[in-house]
């Protein structure tokens, strides 16, 4: 009858269980939720002369049908030049083969792993593929796999607002020329396609624009809590949606779509990039596997038909950066959807928008993320003492309710029927400490998602020793062998846990007492590897908790004397 109890040991074994499947899956194990992933099947084989690297264009896209790489492309054994581009905000590699995007980095956001070293979004080398790659198709034309010149210029922001980064490729009598325009202040970054054709027949070429990334975990990726890492395609008909790495591996991942209003990303946590095309025009989105363990997601743009000597041009938009929720919201429409909130977004979002102005007054997060708790808690304090209230009368009924199972023990009927007479003599509602805490859930759940997700935490400071809100508590050091921190709020986790169980009703059965009294074990294991912000939020959640429990509970026994 004790459904409270009940409700936290499902709970608890689902909290378990999760946590397994986590850590089973993080160490190269299969899902207990999921399938065995299949064997991943090389993408279809590429025609001869043609680069399964290139995108192919739907037969419902104009101009660019049955394209393939032209001959004379650059072999795969060429090399290119790397013309670094820094800006205030950005440090880039551009290598001439291909004229493609082969590395970013982000100046202001330090490597969690070698503090000394920038954050590297982009970049290839070391096991690592991510880069953003264009090109022409639809004919014989330049592509990613061309060979271009680089156009003379400056190399660095210096004194001016922007800087460009020209660069040309001919074939065939087609030139393009791509413009890398880079801006002050800005993780976004124009790219303008200009196509010129020198040939003596008209041509009917498509831009193409593509994000290409393998599969692999983020270095640092933690067992007990995961985000997402893949491409998300944003239309206004299908709206946000991601795309995993193992769904376009066993081809489940959605056909192309053709709209004329959307954008294309590459998630992972705290960090995105992404294409926005050129406005009011027709274009499709993609999905796609290039070859093992390598991934796709892109644009093709048509550009309609070019009659010899014409020119035409098209400019989008691209984005590598920080996940920062105002930065996102002025790129694109919903663009802030790539910050992963889980399924709670329609809360998450106000719950981020009120931490951002209790910032702007106290500009410390682990001091914004107290005060946030503390208004938290304020607003759900007539639940929560509901909840405690009927805790406290049960607590002072437990040896009633002992004596009444002992009293029927092998007797279920009967000792269900004195257990109701004496809720109803007692005026005790069974769910009276259940119901309160429900309605809580999706809001700390949402909270808890807000704290995961957002950059902005990322290296920032608290108080003392915690230096990082986005890295566990380290006070203590790091158990060799485990690779577990072990740092003090994760211990006050634990104490405090402890004394909300003491403060709660003793359960009669022996076997559950011992469940209860193992939890804050468990659960201060799982915060030892929790983001220090997280296990701040819920040791002030439950500080508060312990002191309004108390409370009422005193209150409650003073009024039964």
Excluded at 16 to 43: K, T
Aim: net charge neutral; hydrophobic share 45%.
């Amino acid at each position: 009858m004790d459904i409270k109890r009940t409700v936290l040991l499902v709970v608890f074994s689902l909290s378990l269980l999760i946590l397994w499947d986590n850590w089973n899956r993080f160490n190269g194990g299969p899902s207990m939720f999921a399938p065995d992933q299949a064997v991943q099947q090389a993408g279809p084989a590429a025609t001869k002369g043609s680069d399964a690297s290139v995108p192919q264009a739907t037969s419902s896209t104009p101009a660019a049908t049955g394209a393939q790489v032209p001959a004379g492309a650059a072999p795969a054994a060429a090399q290119g030049e790397l013309v670094s581009i820094s800006t205030d905000l950005l440090k880039v590699e551009v290598n001439t083969l291909g004229g493609e995007l082969s590395r970013v980095e982000l100046l202001k956001h330090k490597d969690a792993h070698k503090s000394d070293a920038p954050v590297t979004l982009l970049e290839t080398g070391s096991g690592r593929t991510y880069v953003g790659q264009s090109g022409l198709i639809g004919g014989s034309f330049p592509n990613h796999r061309s060979v271009f010149t680089v156009r003379p210029g400056a190399r660095t922001l210096e004194n001016a607002d922007t800087l460009e980064l020209i660069l040309d490729a001919e074939q065939d009598g087609i030139k393009l020329t791509k413009t890398y325009i880079f801006k002050r202040g800005e993780y976004e970054i124009d790219l303008k396609h200009e196509v010129t054709n020198s040939s003596a027949a008209a041509i009917t070429p498509s831009v193409y624009v593509q994000l290409v990334r393998d599969g692999s975990k983020l270095e640092g990726d933690s067992a007990f809590y995961s985000t997402f890492t893949g491409p998300a395609v944003y239309t206004e008909a299908d709206k946000f949606h991601k795309v995993s790495f193992d769904d376009i591996a066993k081809g489940k991942n959605p056909p192309p779509a053709h709209t004329n209003n959307g954008w294309i990303a590459m998630v992972q946590h705290y960090f995105v990039s992404a294409f926005l095309p050129p406005a009011n025009t027709s274009y499709e989105l993609f999905t796609r596997k290039i070859d093992t363990d390598l991934y796709a997601v892109g644009a093709i743009m048509p550009m309609g038909s070019l009659a010899a000597g014409a020119k035409a041009e098209q400019t989008g938009k691209l984005f590598t950066g920080p996940q920062e929720s105002l930065v996102l919201e002025k790129f694109a429409p919903n663009f802030d959807l790539v910050k992963d909130y889980g399924w709670l977004t329609i809360i998450a979002k106000p719950i981020f928008w009120l931490m951002e102005q209790i910032h702007k007054v106290l500009n410390n997060w682990g001091w914004t993320i107290i005060v946030l708790t503390i208004m938290i808690k304020l607003a759900f304090f007539p639940l929560s003492a509901a909840s405690y209230r009927s805790m406290a009368k049960m607590k002072l009924v437990t040896p009633k309710m002992t004596a009444i199972r002992e009293r029927y023990k092998g007797d279920t009927q009967q000792m269900n029927a004195a257990m109701m007479e004496l809720y109803k003599t007692e005026k005790i509602n069974p769910l009276g400490g259940c119901l309160p805490i429900v309605v809580q859930i999706p809001v700390f759940i949402a909270l808890y998602w807000v704290l995961l997700a957002s950059v902005e935490m990322r290296h920032a400071p608290w108080l003392g020793w915690i230096h990082d809100l986005a890295a566990p508590d380290t006070l203590f050091g790091v158990v060799p062998g485990l690779n577990m921190p072990v740092g003090l709020l994760p211990i006050l986790m634990a104490a405090s846990m402890f004394v909300q169980t003491k403060l709660n009703p003793a359960p009669p059965d022996p076997i559950q007492a011992k469940v209860m009294m193992f939890m804050p074990i468990a659960f201060s294991f799982m915060f030892f590897f929790f983001p220090s912000g997280l296990v701040l939020y819920w040791v002030v959640n439950n500080l508060l908790s312990i002191g309004q429990q108390w409370a009422i509970t005193k209150q409650s026994e003073k009024s039964k004397t």
